[in-house]
Each structure stands twice: as structure tokens, then as C-alpha cells.
């Protein structure tokens, strides 16, 4: 095995290529957080009343929480006085009407992001809404959607546009005691994407949201909201991206699905945040919440993540089965290098009767990587015949990094069927070997092998996504010759 | 028959596994059309030979040297080897799970085409080369959408390297106790598949514990290994003469004289 252990080594010289800094000049608020900072934010996004309340609310509750500790993740505290949690590109205040209106800076770097903002050069089929550290600065194919009813924008926007669907919504999924992370994220919230799709209406293309952070010492705090009506169906996108830089920075997001009667939410996320170099300095701190609520009977959510940034990833995207014959899935991949850690998976409660969810989750360590699979399957007492099918995988590459697995199971309900399987394995000499017989490079080959073990999870991704999400795992392993 | 250099000359090879000798001083050349069958007894050192030759690290030569077609092939990484014409038939072939069989063998013809500086193939070609190659060895065509390996039964999978073998067009194949596990049918099959690949251009080493494969992929020479060491190389007959008298009769090497291997 001391091939495969040179073979990781070689896995440490990964590069980040999104790392750059763009010259964007910034309205920033000083670092700290407090009340007079969050009326601060409400007051420059010009916010109605009953958001500000909600969000000195959220900030109250914040402050009698502690930080979760439960995870396996291990950080140096965080100084939430020593972030900013406000910063955006300067002219961003009254957001452009016109993509010629936007700064070229920020126009070229989506373009080096491969996020083209002019419409014309756009993948077909693809609707952005950018954001740029803490605002949104483009909406992309806004009018071709407006003509099937469909309101996709950022959430700023929407909060002045459709203020009486966000207040009907917001906070229902996740509310804005949840947990710490997500009740900071209610307190200092700043922007994110929103979607409403109108009953029976086809979403025609994929929605997507790409997330940015550029300034330093900035946190991200976004805040998505989804929601599909009767009988409606979107597939939404989420890419993100940050400087290399020394500091970690934090990324707490809150993201809301809610699909009504007979509606379908697809949601995939290539997770790609700085995460950090070679020594494990630097990166993002991904504290993430994610959860959908299958309201109305025969509602669908999916969601679908490759997760393969960060210097620590917490999130368990998690479906609320409500409705009768609802189902609930999840896809994931986790990708831990270097000094990574990752804590993640998935929670399927169960309350109507047949519902169904399915978990898959595969994650890849090596580096001095830490992979733990985190999962809850909850079946309530009213969840009469509830069926989940839970899997999950482990890949290793080398000796120094680890691999766990954590899923628990609450069944109340005795007609319930709940299945577990879960492996882990390390990439052998006999499978290197075997490739490198028929010609491939060791590279070529473990880029392959994982890429095979990740496969039930890339094929759940709209194609031009998987694409991606395969180069990413590619470039991760760049490098890695033996 | 044995006009020009050899495509594979070994000279004096010793290889260990660890700490442990294995081979001992083997001697060996074949030229481009010839067969050639290796034989032995359990632990003599075949296995060894076969992957020493396809270059796996964790046999560790200690002495001697390998030509093959006038290079150093003990120089070579084994992708080279493998672009340069050498294919090894694994004895126990590896499963690959979630990539497709079909999608393997399209990488490896193409790193293969690359080298030889020709053009990939596009999908279209490459399946109708596919489906050609898939009648040699009788496999279903639903074998190749499955992963590599992946579940197939001990017969699926050798019929897989012969599937591979002709993909691929090797110069030289090694074939590493492809007859194991092999029921009589399956071994006809890949026999044949064999058999059709046999061309002047091309040379064969089939590994083999029993002279049964022998009836059915009929060799040039046959070389009895015992020890790390060729003690014995001869014709078609002495496969017959081993599968009579067992491999106690060849067992001393010193003793017999007689028909020492030759370069």
C-alpha cells in the first residue's frame, strides 16, 4: 500500500482555482454583530417592520443558544465579533436594472467563475441569480419566467415584491429557533434566491443560484425560499465558490423548500467554498441548513449535493414528510483532502401515511481528511406504512484519514420498513494495478474509480451539473500521480 | 520459425515478493507468432512471472533483466508496458464498481490509440469494434453496460479479459491461469476466443497449472517451471508426458539434465 499512500500525497498538491480576489470596491459595516447592526442590514435593504422584528427576534434566541458541539468537527472558536456581516459591491445599493448597469469587474469575474451573466452567453436553459458576497447582482431569463407566473429572484427583492409570500413562508420549514446556526442566519440573513412556481406550471428550465463570497472577514449568510405550488415542478441549482485566502471565513446558510399537493422540488448543490490549503489553514466554515417540507399529499422533494470545498462542511439537507404519499430523497458525496473535515448527511421525518425516503451518501476521505455520515430517520406514529431505504458508502485513500458513520433510527410506528446499508472500502493496489495494466495512469485511474463510486449520486444531477461536479472531483484528484 | 530477435527475452530473472525469492534464475524468449505455455506446480513461481512481466510493484526484481522488443522493459512503468503491446489476462480480475464495462474498455483502447499515435475512436466506431470483438467470446451484450466485473460469475469475468485481449490487440498476452474455475463449455469458449487472436504478429504465454487448456489453445513450446526455475522445455508433448507422470518427475531439476531450458 505504499504506493496509494505516495498516490494521496500527490492528492495534497491539489490546486483551488477559484481563489482569486476581485477588485470590486465594497460597502462594507464594521465588523460585530448586535441589534443596532441588524436594524443596520434591515434598514439598508429598506425592509417592512415584520421582518426586522423576526430578525431581533432570531438574534434574541441566538443569544441564549451555544454552539453545537455534537458534531465531529473540530474548529477554533468562532469570533462572531470579528465579522462582517454586511459587505456589498459599491453600487450594488439600488441593485442594476440592466446587466450593462453591472460593474465590469463583477461581470468578469463570474466569466472566470464560467457564470456568464450575459443572457445570450448563458448555458441554454439555465437561469442565474447571482450573489456577490451579500447581495444579489443578477437575475437572469426573469421575464421569460414572469410569462408562466413564475417569480424567481433574489430575496431582497422578493421581500419588496412579494412580501405577503414571504411572510406567509419564511421561517415555516426552518424556524428561526431551529438551532444556532440557522437562528444567526435568521438574525443577519442578507440575501439568497427565492422562487415561487404557480400551481401546475412546468418550470421550463433550471433555476440557479450561484453564491460568491469576495470580501474579506465577510460572512455569508444567505437565505433561499422555494416554493412549489399544486401540482408544479422546478429543478433548482446551487454553485458556490470563494478567494483562497488565510482566515476562515463563515458561510451559514438557510435554505427553505416547501412543495404543496402533487408538486415536485428537485435541488442540487456543487459545493466548491475555498477549503483552505495544504497545512489546513484557511478555508470556509460551512454551517449549513437545509430543509424541505412535503406539505401536501404526493409531494416530492429531492435533494442532491457534491460536496467537495470547505475546511468544514456541517449540513443535513432533510425532508419533513407530511403529506400522504410524499417522498423525500437524498444524493450525496462528500469529498474530504488535506484537513478537511465534513459532517453531513441527511434527516427523513415521517409523518403521513406512505411515505417514502430514500438516503444515499458517499463519502471520500483521504489527505488527513475526517468523513463522518450523520443521518435521522424518524418515523412518527401516524406515519402508517413508511418505507426508508438508507445507504451509505465510504471510500479511503490512504491511512490518515477517516471515515464514520452515524445513523440513527426512531421508529413509533410498528408498520413501518426501514432498511440500512452501508460499506467502507479503500481503493487497492489490485485496482490500480488492474487499470494501469490496460493502459491508464494511476491518476487517470483512481479519478476513475472514484468517479465510479460516486456515480448513483453524479446521475441524479441535471447533465450540465454532473459534468461539473465529475471535472471538480477530477481536479480534486489532480496531481496525484504515484 | 524463429527468424530475427525475440519480442521477449528474459535473462537470469530473480524476483521476490517481500523478503521471499521467488523466481530463481528463469531464462525464457519468444518470438512474435509463437505460443508458449508455462506450466508448473502450486507455488513455483508462474503467477510471479506473469506480473513480474506486466510490471506490478509488489514483485520486487532482484536480479536479472527482461528485453522486450529491444527495449528494458523493467524500466517501464507498467501503463507503458501495457501501451506498448503487453496485456496480462488477470487470474483473478478485479471488480470496478459504478464504472461501466463499456466505458472502461473505451479508456483503455484510447490510451492505447493515443500512444500508438493514432485517433480515438468516437462512440460509434468504438461500438461496432465492440460488438464485433463480443461475438469471439459469446458474451452478452448487457455485460458491458454492467460494471466492470461487478457481480459477473468466475466464467462472465475471464471471458471479460478475452474480451479485453481483443479490444485491445496486444502484441504480447500473458495469459495468467485463465482455465481456473473454468467449467469444460466456458473453457471451449475462451479457448476459441483465443485461438482466433493467434496471428504472426503476435505472441502468447498461457499460465497454466493443467494441461487441459493445452487441448484446447495448442502451444509452439511448453516450459515446466519448478522452483523459480525452468527445469524443463520441450514441445507439445512434454504437456502430455507431465499430465501422465505428475510433476514429481520433473521435480529435480539437477538430477534430470537432459532438456535444460534454453534462451
Avoid at chain 1, 445513523?407 to 426501514?418: G, L
Avoid at chain 2, 509488489?58 to 507498467?78: F, I
Amino acid at each position: 500500500m505504499e504506493n496509494a499512500a505516495s498516490q494521496v500525497k500527490g492528492w495534497v498538491e491539489r490546486e483551488y482555482r477559484w481563489g482569486f480576489v476581485s477588485p470590486v470596491e465594497a460597502d462594507t459595516i464594521p465588523k460585530g454583530i448586535s441589534e443596532e447592526v441588524i436594524r443596520t442590514i434591515s434598514a439598508r435593504k429598506n425592509e417592512p417592520e415584520f421582518l426586522l422584528e423576526r430578525r431581533l427576534k432570531a438574534y434574541r434566541q441566538w443569544q441564549t443558544m451555544i454552539e453545537p458541539r455534537w458534531s465531529t468537527v473540530r474548529y477554533n472558536p468562532i469570533d462572531f465579533q470579528d465579522i462582517v456581516y454586511y459587505s456589498a459591491p459599491r453600487g450594488m445599493k439600488d441593485r442594476p436594472k440592466s446587466l450593462g448597469e453591472i460593474d465590469p469587474e463583477l461581470l468578469r469575474t463570474y466569466e472566470r467563475l464560467g457564470i456568464s451573466l450575459i443572457e445570450q452567453k448563458l448555458l441554454a436553459g439555465v437561469a442565474v441569480d447571482a450573489v456577490f458576497d451579500s447581495v444579489s447582482v443578477a437575475t437572469t431569463y426573469q421575464k421569460e419566467l414572469a410569462k408562466l407566473g413564475i417569480l424567481f429572484c433574489s430575496f431582497s427583492e422578493a421581500v419588496h415584491l412579494y412580501p405577503r409570500l414571504v411572510e406567509k413562508y419564511l421561517g415555516t420549514v426552518v424556524p428561526f429557533n431551529d438551532n444556532y446556526f440557522a437562528s444567526l442566519n435568521s438574525a443577519v440573513f442578507t440575501d439568497g434566491s427565492f422562487c415561487y412556481i404557480p400551481p401546475g406550471v412546468r418550470c421550463p428550465m433550471e433555476l440557479s443560484t450561484y453564491f460568491r463570497i469576495n470580501a474579506e472577514n465577510t460572512g455569508q449568510f444567505e437565505r433561499t425560499l422555494i416554493i412549489a405550488d399544486a401540482g408544479s415542478y422546478v429543478s433548482y441549482l446551487e454553485g458556490c465558490t470563494a478567494p483562497r485566502r488565510d482566515t476562515n471565513q463563515l458561510h451559514a446558510a438557510v435554505v427553505e423548500l416547501i412543495a404543496l399537493e402533487d408538486a415536485e422540488i428537485r435541488y442540487a448543490t456543487v459545493q466548491n467554498w475555498y477549503p483552505g490549503d495544504k497545512e489546513g489553514k484557511g478555508g470556509i466554515y460551512n454551517f449549513v441548513t437545509k430543509r424541505g417540507l412535503c406539505a401536501g399529499n404526493r409531494s416530492r422533494i429531492s435533494w442532491t449535493q457534491v460536496e467537495t470545498g470547505s475546511a468544514i462542511t456541517w449540513k443535513y439537507p432533510s425532508v419533513i414528510l407530511k403529506g400522504d404519499d410524499s417522498v423525500g430523497q437524498f444524493h450525496g458525496v462528500a469529498l474530504t483532502n488535506n484537513f478537511q473535515q465534513a459532517d453531513t448527511g441527511s434527516k427523513m421525518t415521517h409523518i403521513g401515511r406512505n411515505t417514502r425516503s430514500t438516503i444515499v451518501n458517499k463519502g471520500i476521505s483521504s489527505g488527513r481528511g475526517q468523513n463522518t455520515y450523520r443521518g435521522l430517520v424518524k418515523v412518527l406514529k401516524t406515519a402508517e406504512n413508511a418505507r426508508n431505504f438508507t445507504q451509505c458508502d465510504s471510500l479511503l485513500l490512504g491511512d490518515r484519514c477517516g471515515a464514520h458513520t452515524f445513523p440513527y433510527i426512531e421508529v413509533k410506528n410498528p408498520t413501518a420498513r426501514v432498511e440500512h446499508e452501508a460499506s467502507t472500502s479503500k481503493i487497492g493496489e489490485d485496482q490500480l494495478f488492474y487499470c494501469q495494466q490496460r493502459g491508464l495512469s494511476r491518476e487517470d485511474a483512481v479519478s476513475m474509480i472514484v468517479n465510479g463510486f460516486c456515480r448513483e449520486v453524479i446521475r441524479n444531477l441535471p447533465m450540465e451539473f454532473a459534468v461539473e461536479a465529475q471535472k471538480l472531483l477530477e481536479i480534486s484528484l489532480e496531481g496525484s500521480v504515484g | 520459425m524463429r527468424n530475427g530477435n525475440p519480442m521477449l527475452s528474459i535473462s537470469t530473472l530473480h524476483a521476490a515478493i517481500g523478503e521471499k525469492p521467488i523466481l530463481r534464475g528463469v531464462d525464457l524468449a519468444v518470438h512474435a507468432g509463437e505460443v508458449h505455455a508455462v506450466m508448473g506446480p502450486n507455488g513455483s513461481g508462474k503467477s510471479t512471472l506473469a506480473n513480474v512481466i506486466a510490471g506490478r510493484e509488489e514483485y520486487r526484481v532482484t536480479s536479472g533483466s527482461v528485453r522486450y522488443q529491444g527495449g528494458d522493459l523493467l524500466a517501464m512503468p507498467p501503463e507503458e508496458r501495457a501501451k506498448e503491446g503487453i496485456f496480462l489476462a488477470f487470474q483473478n480480475p478485479v471488480e470496478i464498481p459504478g464504472v461501466s464495462n463499456l466505458y472502461f474498455l473505451k479508456a483503455a483502447l484510447n490510451a492505447v490509440r493515443r500512444h500508438r499515435g493514432l485517433q480515438e475512436l468516437d462512440v460509434v466506431e468504438f461500438r461496432d469494434t465492440v460488438l464485433e470483438r463480443l461475438r469471439l467470446v459469446a458474451m452478452e451484450e448487457d455485460l458491458l453496460l454492467r460494471a466492470v466485473n461487478d457481480g459477473f460469475s468466475g466464467g462472465e469475468k475471464k471471458r471479460n479479459e478475452i474480451l479485453q485481449m481483443a479490444v485491445l490487440e496486444p502484441r504480447l498476452a500473458i495469459l495468467d491461469e485463465t482455465d481456473s474455475g473454468l467449467d469444460i463449455d466456458a473453457l471451449k469458449v475462451v479457448a476459441a476466443g483465443v485461438n482466433a487472436l493467434r496471428s504472426p504478429e503476435r505472441a502468447i504465454v498461457v499460465v497454466t497449472h493443467y494441461q487441459r487448456l493445452l487441448n484446447y489453445i495448442v502451444p509452439d513450446f511448453v516450459h515446466v517451471l519448478v522452483e523459480g526455475r525452468i527445469v524443463r522445455s520441450g514441445g507439445r508433448n512434454l504437456a502430455l508426458e507431465l499430465e501422465e507422470r505428475g510433476y514429481g518427475w520433473v521435480q529435480a531439476p539437477e538430477a534430470e539434465g537432459g532438456e535444460e531450458a534454453r534462451p
